[in-house]
């Protein structure tokens, strides 16, 4: 077998080794029912007890309160994108999104499709290098939308912005969910794909306040409607079954180790290895985002010229340090250190990136 | 670890033994990246491969012709249902649909919203126990609709519709797609969930003639729009890595088998086999579908009361048959017996019926 290398794509991401042994372990015989968890029917006891595990460990782990639903959907968060203003909007108010990145972009396009968008916040002219400040959402529209963290550019809020008591506030966490404690009851409906933070690709996460989910017109398709989905506890149709089920041994792990307190502190640590790399490396290094809107997740830096970057890039991947080239809207490099990279992992790249730079300024 | 049993289950199905071995065996380590395949980049050069690989294997298995475009999507044949009518809708023209049974119905159901449908054939007074004979689609409609095998009910379609040269058929073939070899160039489009005769749940197949993909309204989703994930080879998002994966090694596994002709050979071998214990229990047991709409894959039968059912279903159990309760919708017992389904899983099942037949009536 290859040796185990760190991964330091932007997603699908590295997860915990545990939890990929169990998941190969049982992978033939799947609680003692003689067939693979990717061959049992989705309405047997076996697996509704998978699904109901992973969705009482979200609500554990993230403290999620008895009025929000817990959704298991596929599609992505580029399915979001749509879903969010589908479900949410109302007759002749407006949607106000925060322009933070790639991803924020995205999700401001679709919901152009569904009534009037304001943004009324963007760091687009700085090339999305910070979070902007003092963001305040207005009385009377339909919702706010944010990004938490933007796994493009590298940055991350670090502050909450002002929403008005009726208005729901929306949160794409797609790269960073459970990576720091949140208040759940700030948010009317947080999402996240699974493939950074939770698991792997194929499944989506909503967590939805129930009074939000009598919004959507009647004449829309019955998948598109939360509500269908909240009703059904995520089972109106075939659910991913095994992106789900990784999920939930995901989940388990992160309760083992301590939940989001512990991660969260295991984050903070491995993030300002690197981050003290490139704020020690004399300019050697250039961090992409500001210091105030630093991610725990995505770590965005540049070096001066591309020859350089990309030899930095073969080292690394030579030395099973792979997927640090950076997003092309950024350049240079990127490390994603997710929630279930090893603090061994960045220390590795940290004693690395101090080599490179000794050897090549 | 438990015997392994014999999943007659409707969905998710069973999976042939091989393909789930070598999806364990490689689980911790794909292709010598030192990683899980469900951690690998989707944008990395393995994992394109995959893809690649799985499309081609569609492509040549199907035989299906270089004008049309393999997609690996998320949300079920439930999300197809309003995806066919959205990407092909035209101006002022009807949509003709043929009722079968439930999944016709609901695909029925989402087309209402996006204009006028007309039913033009339908089996339901008889709670669908046949496919009605010399259907015939109407010139200068959007398109045509058939589901080709319906699993509630156990039939399946034995011939083509009679469809007017310029337009295009649309068949969901999630139940049995695959069961036998069809011309791909008498339909416009053809989808399937994967969980029945190609995989596991979480992907679906969608094989669409290139001229259908320009159809679809301008202000539409993204993900909605099956040109978006056409022009970007199904990795406009992160796609559902481990499903499409499975659905490869499962398709390398129907190739080394002989292909789709020596499949439908095995499950005619197979089918034939229930269908005579059926026939030739002086009534003990009832088939449900006639005679000439039989399935290949479904097949669902009544017995004289629902005690002596329940009791049959439990003796199934018991002996490592699983999954032979029937739909609701019909009652009684189903076994389905997919691809996948091996033939001395059959044997028994038939072996099984021939027993408990004598013992019990």
Same mark, same amino acid.
């Given at each position: 077998?290859?040796?185990?290398?760190?991964?330091?794509?932007?997603?699908?991401?590295?997860?915990?080794?545990?939890?990929?042994?169990?998941?190969?372990?049982?992978?033939?015989?799947?609680?003692?029912?003689?067939?693979?968890?990717?061959?049992?029917?989705?309405?047997?006891?076996?697996?509704? &007890?998978?699904?109901?595990?992973?969705?009482?460990?979200?609500?554990?782990?993230?403290?999620?309160?008895? !009025?929000?639903?817990?959704?298991?959907?596929?599609?992505?968060?580029?399915?979001?994108?749509?879903?969010?203003?589908?479900?949410?909007?109302?007759?002749?108010?407006?949607?106000?999104? *925060?322009?933070?990145?790639?991803?924020?972009?995205?999700?401001?396009?679709?919901?152009?499709?569904y009534g009037e968008v304001k943004i009324i916040a963007s760091s687009e002219k700085?090339?999305?290098?910070?979070?902007?400040?003092?963001?305040?959402?207005?009385?009377?529209?339909?919702?706010?939308?944010?990004?938490?963290?933007?796994?493009?550019?590298?940055?991350?809020w670090g502050y909450m912005p002002k929403v008005p008591k009726d208005v729901p506030?929306?949160?794409?966490?797609?790269?960073?969910?459970?990576?720091?404690?949140?208040?759940?009851?700030?948010?009317?409906?947080?999402?996240?794909?699974?493939?950074?933070?939770?698991?792997?690709?194929?499944?989506?996460?909503?967590?939805?306040?129930?009074?939000?989910?009598?919004?959507?017109?009647? +004449?829309?398709?019955?998948?598109?409607?939360?509500? #269908? +989905?909240?009703?059904?506890?995520?089972?109106?149709?075939?659910?991913?079954?095994?992106?789900?089920?990784?999920?939930?041994?995901?989940?388990?792990?992160?309760?083992?180790?301590?939940?989001?307190?512990?991660?969260?502190?295991?984050?903070?640590?491995?993030? &300002?290895?690197?981050? !003290?790399?490139?704020?020690?490396?004399?300019?050697?290094?250039?961090? +992409?985002?500001?210091?105030?809107?630093?991610?725990?997740m995505n770590i965005t830096f540049t070096m001066s010229s591309p020859e350089l970057?990309?030899?930095?890039?073969?080292?690394?991947?030579?030395?099973?340090? #792979?997927?640090?080239?950076?997003?092309?809207? *950024?350049?240079?490099?990127?490390?994603?250190?997710?929630?279930?990279?090893?603090?061994?992992?960045?220390?590795?790249?940290?004693?690395?990136?101090?080599?490179?730079?000794?050897?090549?300024?």
């Open positions: 077998m290859t040796k185990r290398v760190y991964n330091f794509y932007a997603g699908p991401a590295t997860l915990p080794l545990p939890v990929l042994e169990k998941a190969k372990e049982e992978f033939l015989d799947f609680a003692g029912t003689g067939m693979s968890v990717i061959e049992i029917s989705h309405r047997s006891k076996e697996w509704e &007890k998978v699904m109901t595990d992973a969705t009482n460990l979200i609500r554990e782990l993230m403290g999620v309160p008895n !009025d929000y639903k817990i959704l298991w959907l596929s599609g992505g968060a580029s399915t979001q994108f749509f879903m969010v203003p589908l479900n949410l909007q109302l007759p002749g108010k407006a949607m106000e999104y *925060v322009s933070t990145g790639g991803w924020s972009s995205k999700a401001i396009k679709e919901a152009n499709i700085e090339n999305f290098s910070y979070i902007p400040k003092d963001v305040e959402f207005s009385e009377d529209i339909a919702f706010g939308h944010i990004t938490s963290n933007n796994t493009l550019y590298g940055t991350a506030l929306v949160c794409d966490m797609s790269s960073n969910i459970m990576d720091r404690s949140i208040d759940v009851k700030d948010y009317g409906v947080i999402y996240a794909g699974a493939q950074k933070n939770l698991g792997p690709a194929g499944v989506t996460l909503v967590i939805v306040r129930e009074d939000l989910l009598n919004r959507v017109p009647e +004449h829309t398709p019955t998948m598109q409607k939360w509500k #269908i +989905h909240a009703e059904n506890d995520s089972l109106y149709n075939t659910p991913p079954v095994f992106p789900i089920y990784v999920c939930k041994l995901a989940l388990d792990y992160m309760k083992e180790i301590g939940g989001v307190k512990e991660i969260n502190k295991r984050n903070v640590k491995k993030a &300002k290895l690197l981050y !003290d790399v490139i704020d020690s490396s004399d300019g050697f290094y250039k961090g +992409h985002a500001r210091k105030d809107s630093r991610s725990l970057e990309d030899k930095c890039v073969k080292g690394g991947t030579a030395r099973g340090l #792979i997927g640090l080239k950076g997003h092309r809207s *950024v350049g240079g490099m990127r490390a994603s250190i997710y929630n279930a990279m090893p603090f061994e992992g960045v220390k590795e790249l940290a004693e690395y990136l101090k080599e490179f730079q000794a050897e090549n300024q």
